[in-house]
Structure formats: structure tokens, C-alpha cells
């Protein structure tokens, strides 16, 4: 059967994405501060400029968040729908990139992102500049610190879990709870993890001994600073479906309710996997591991913390089905949040959206279902 076949619905409008932008240009914010002027202008100058821009092209300044906090500042699940997000990884720390991202999502679909995704290290401390241009845009920033850069075959490594677990990080985390504390007394919550995918091969801190007393060790840091009341704790697992050669039994490296607000089920329909075929649905790869967390944690929230399909002609029906499949075979998903990234893991792993991708999901998130931030 071909794919299109077998895929629920298959998506094909021709219309144009609405945008701001002028003719023949690309306009990053407005006022014609446009992408070449804003990347060689002063960054607080250029930032300061769009944030106290255009009401025509819903500014960045104090627009309603549709996430809400318990009392005590964590992140509660919506009783009903599901929050959109997207991780667009191209800088550790860039306040330029964080506004470049909001204005492209805004413009491809129409509204912003309720959860954008930023990728930190350890050694470089929470990306606060970054965090604050997201809260001021009502979108919920995703903080995920690495402790190591990249794949292990770099070997450029900030802190391994032996060195957290034994205090030789110490020095770090404390000024990330700091930081995460101040922030979150000024701005609100944040969705948080930390050595993410500890389930599968291929990061530095990756299926050793130490990885589950790692996250509990920088956790607890976070909780003697205070900063726990605002950081919403994500574990994230990597589903073993398709990649069994490479992934373990995800509750091999769970660190205890304690330590987890919500759980993050990661999935990548990635075609350079001999096991993912072109026809493979988001649902196949999901089911077990999602009976499995819903089975052995049934009062924690489960989000889809990272998901995305190879580029190509069937990327839009995969897209398709995938946010269809959320909806109905998951309704405990309460956010997905898809990897619009590529990665240097094995090579290169590229899950991007195009311009056509982006237009079917436009079509997808016009149902009320899916949560973003509509100012």
C-alpha cells in the first residue's frame, strides 16, 4: 500500500501561509528592521526595537501564555487539547535566533508556539536572555542542559555523571539552580531535563551506572536552591520501537516520581534506520512505550518531548497522521513538541520542516485541539 494510502488523511491545500513580511524581503521584526540590519545591529538594540514593535504582527511584549501553574509555580497539564511546541536548535545561547524562531512559527502557522525548546550546556548556565524573550511572547520555554556537547566520539565533555555524581560539577549546577531560581521568581515556570535519552547509545552520558544518580543529583541541587517550585521536571526516554539495537528498556534509567513532573516519550521516524520504513506510523513506534509509562506511572503527565520524520514527499502525510494519532490513540499526550532540527548524531539526522510541511500543519492546528498562543 503506498503511504499516502495508508496514512488517515492526506493534506493538499495550496493557499500561502499568511505574513508581515514586505515584498521581497525577508523581515525578521517590523518597522523595516530587516534580517541583514537586525543581524548587524547591537543585539539589545534590535531586540528592544521588535519587542516594542508592531502591533500589526502580534509583538513579543505580554502576550497571554495558554499554559497554567499549580500554587506552588509547576506546570499543570490542560484538561482538555494539546500544547504545540517545537524544538529549532541552531545556538546554544542566541537571543537573535530565539526571535528569528517565534517570527517564522508565527508567521508558517498563523500563531506562536505554546513551548519552544532551547538547548543549553551545563558549563554555559541557564539560557535566561533567551527564556525571558519567550515568556514575553507568552510561549514557555523548554530548558534542556546537556552536560556534554556532543555524540561520545567528540569527547568534548563539560561533566560526565561520574563527575557530577562525586561533585566535580558542583560549581556549575549550583549556578544553573541559581540562575533557574531567579528566573523563575521574575518570569514564572519552565519545562526542565537533563541528560536526555539516557536510554539509548549515543550521548556521552548514555546507559551508565551513574546516569539515573546524575539527574537525581542536579535535581536535588535545584530543590536546596528553591529552584523546584518553578522548574517543571521532564524525563525523557527514547522509544526503543525501530531502534532496539541501540535503545534499552526506558525504565532501566527512570529516576523515581520524585524527580518527575511530567515524562517526555521521544520518537523519530528517521529513514537512515534500516528498521523505519517509509510507511511507518508515529503510532507504531508510540504504543508500547506509552502503555508502558501509562501503566507504571499513572498520576504523571506524558508528553511527546521530541518527535519528527525525514524530510521529503511524505513528511506531510506522516504529519498528518502523526498529530491525528495524538489526538485519538493518545488523548493522555497533553503536549507534543516536534524536532525541527538536525542533528550530527550517525552522521546527520534530519527531521526539518518545509514550506509544504509547514502549511499542512497550519491545516492541523486550525482545530481548537491543538493549544498555541494565538497573540
Given at each position: 500500500?503506498?503511504l499516502?494510502?495508508?496514512f488517515r488523511v492526506?493534506?493538499g491545500s495550496k493557499h500561502?501561509?499568511?505574513s508581515?513580511?514586505?515584498?521581497?524581503e525577508?523581515q525578521?521584526p517590523?518597522q523595516?528592521i530587516y534580517?541583514?540590519?537586525?543581524?548587524?545591529?547591537?543585539i539589545?538594540?534590535?531586540?528592544?526595537?521588535?519587542?516594542g514593535?508592531?502591533?500589526?504582527c502580534?509583538?513579543?511584549s505580554g502576550?497571554p501564555?495558554p499554559?497554567?501553574?499549580t500554587?506552588?509555580?509547576k506546570?499543570?497539564?490542560?484538561?482538555?487539547?494539546c500544547?504545540?511546541?517545537f524544538y529549532?536548535?541552531?545556538?546554544f545561547?542566541?537571543?537573535?535566533?530565539?526571535?528569528?524562531?517565534?517570527?517564522?512559527y508565527?508567521?508558517?502557522?498563523?500563531?506562536?508556539?505554546?513551548?519552544?525548546a532551547?538547548?543549553?550546556l551545563?558549563?554555559?548556565?541557564?539560557p535566561?536572555a533567551?527564556?525571558?524573550?519567550?515568556?514575553?511572547?507568552?510561549?514557555t520555554p523548554?530548558?534542556?542542559?546537556?552536560?556534554?556537547?556532543?555524540h561520545r566520539?567528540?569527547?568534548?565533555?563539560?561533566?560526565?555523571?561520574a563527575?557530577?555524581?562525586h561533585?566535580?560539577?558542583d560549581?556549575?549546577?549550583?549556578?544553573?539552580?541559581?540562575?533557574a531560581l531567579?528566573f523563575?521568581?521574575?518570569?514564572?515556570s519552565?519545562?526542565?531535563?537533563t541528560?536526555?535519552e539516557?536510554n539509548a547509545?549515543?550521548?556521552l552520558?548514555?546507559?551508565?551506572l551513574d546516569t539515573?544518580n546524575?539527574y537525581?543529583y542536579?535535581?536535588?541541587?535545584?530543590?536546596?536552591q528553591?529552584a523546584?517550585?518553578?522548574?517543571?521536571?521532564v524525563?525523557e526516554a527514547?522509544c526503543?520501537e525501530k531502534y532496539?539495537t541501540?535503545?534499552?528498556?526506558?525504565?532501566l534509567?527512570y529516576?523515581g516520581?520524585?524527580?518527575v513532573?511530567?515524562?517526555?516519550?521521544?520518537?523519530?521516524?528517521n529513514?537512515k534506520?534500516?528498521?523505519?520504513?517509509?510507511d511507518?506510523l508515529?503510532?507504531?513506534m508510540?504504543?508500547?512505550?506509552?502503555?508502558?509509562m501509562r501503566?507504571n506511572?499513572?498520576?504523571?503527565?506524558?508528553?511527546?518531548s521530541?518527535?519528527g520524520?525525514?524530510?521529503?514527499?511524505?513528511?506531510?502525510p506522516?504529519?498528518t497522521?502523526?498529530?491525528?494519532?495524538i489526538r485519538?490513540?493518545f488523548p493522555?499526550?497533553?503536549?507534543a513538541i516536534y524536532?525541527d532540527n538536525i542533528?550530527?548524531?550517525?552522521?546527520?539526522?534530519d527531521h526539518?520542516?518545509?514550506a509544504?510541511?509547514?502549511?499542512?500543519l497550519?491545516e492541523?492546528?486550525?482545530?481548537?485541539?491543538?493549544?498555541?498562543v494565538?497573540?
Open positions: 500500500m503506498h499516502a494510502q495508508k492526506q493534506t500561502e501561509s499568511e508581515c513580511t514586505a515584498e521581497g525577508h525578521l517590523t523595516g534580517r541583514r540590519t537586525f543581524l548587524q545591529a547591537g539589545s538594540v534590535a531586540i528592544a526595537a521588535y519587542l514593535s508592531l502591533p500589526s502580534a509583538a513579543l502576550a501564555s499554559i497554567t501553574e500554587a506552588g509555580g506546570i499543570t497539564p490542560p484538561a482538555d487539547g500544547l504545540v511546541g529549532r536548535e541552531g545556538s545561547k542566541d537571543q537573535m535566533l530565539v526571535v528569528a524562531t517565534i517570527e517564522h508565527r508567521e508558517a502557522l498563523g500563531a506562536k508556539p505554546s513551548i519552544l532551547v538547548l543549553s551545563l558549563d554555559r548556565g541557564f535566561t533567551e527564556a525571558v524573550l519567550m515568556k514575553k511572547a507568552g510561549i523548554y530548558i534542556n542542559i546537556a552536560p556534554a556537547l556532543e566520539v567528540h569527547l568534548n565533555l563539560n561533566a560526565n555523571p563527575d557530577i555524581v561533585g566535580r560539577a560549581r556549575n549546577i549550583r549556578r544553573l539552580a541559581e540562575d531567579d523563575g521568581r521574575k518570569h514564572g519552565y519545562f526542565f531535563t541528560l536526555v539516557s547509545k549515543w550521548w552520558w548514555s546507559r551508565t539515573v546524575a537525581r542536579i535535581w536535588q541541587m535545584f530543590e536546596e528553591g523546584n517550585r518553578y522548574a517543571t521536571w524525563w527514547f526503543p532496539q541501540y535503545v534499552d528498556d526506558p525504565e534509567y529516576p516520581d520524585r524527580h513532573d511530567w515524562i517526555g516519550i521521544n520518537i523519530f521516524a529513514l534506520n534500516r528498521q523505519v520504513k517509509p511507518t508515529f503510532t507504531e508510540m504504543s508500547a512505550t506509552y502503555a508502558q501503566r506511572h499513572p498520576e504523571k503527565p506524558i508528553m511527546v521530541e518527535f520524520r525525514t524530510p521529503g514527499d511524505e513528511q506531510r506522516w504529519l497522521d502523526a498529530y491525528a494519532s485519538t490513540d493522555t499526550l497533553k503536549a524536532y542533528t550530527k548524531i550517525y552522521g546527520g539526522q526539518t520542516l518545509d509544504h510541511s509547514l502549511r499542512t497550519r492541523v492546528f486550525a482545530d481548537p485541539y491543538w493549544i498555541l494565538k497573540r
